[in-house]
């Protein structure tokens, strides 16, 4: 069983940053994939950024040019670096992490709450 734990979330001023991580219990990056989810009040889960399992890295067109996804795999950690928040980014993040071989399963982290004011 795979442990997925965040941190960094809080309550910045519209423009403020914030860099999440989420840190996995053991090294799963070789076979998995990690990606990055929020989901606001009311409104459903939506992917943020996540890498392909040829190591690209994509985005939601409302974060582009703001948001950064990146990883650590000697540390088994994730990032998401979120600059210049609107208080549209307003959300419980979530990372989670995609197996690249089949019969194994995904992985979520806890979730981590974003609060931006304007």
């Known amino acids: 069983q795979v442990q997925l734990v965040e941190s960094g979330g809080g309550s910045v001023q519209a423009g403020g940053s914030l860099r999440l991580s989420c840190t996995a219990s053991?090294?799963?990056?070789?076979?998995?994939?990690m990606a990055w989810y929020r989901q606001a009040p009311g409104k459903q889960r939506e992917l943020v950024a996540g890498?392909?399992?040829?190591?690209?890295?994509n985005y939601v067109d409302s974060v582009k040019g703001r948001f950064t996804i990146s990883r650590d795999n000697a540390k088994s950690t994730g990032y998401l670096q979120m600059n210049s928040l609107k208080p549209e980014d307003t959300a419980v993040y979530y990372c989670?992490?995609?197996?690249?071989?089949?019969?194994?399963?995904?992985?979520w982290g806890q979730g981590t709450q974003v609060t931006v004011s304007s």
């Open positions: 890498f392909t399992s040829v190591g690209t890295a």
């Open positions: 053991s090294s799963i990056f070789d076979i998995y994939v």
């Open positions: 989670n992490a995609r197996p690249t071989l089949p019969g194994i399963p995904t992985y």
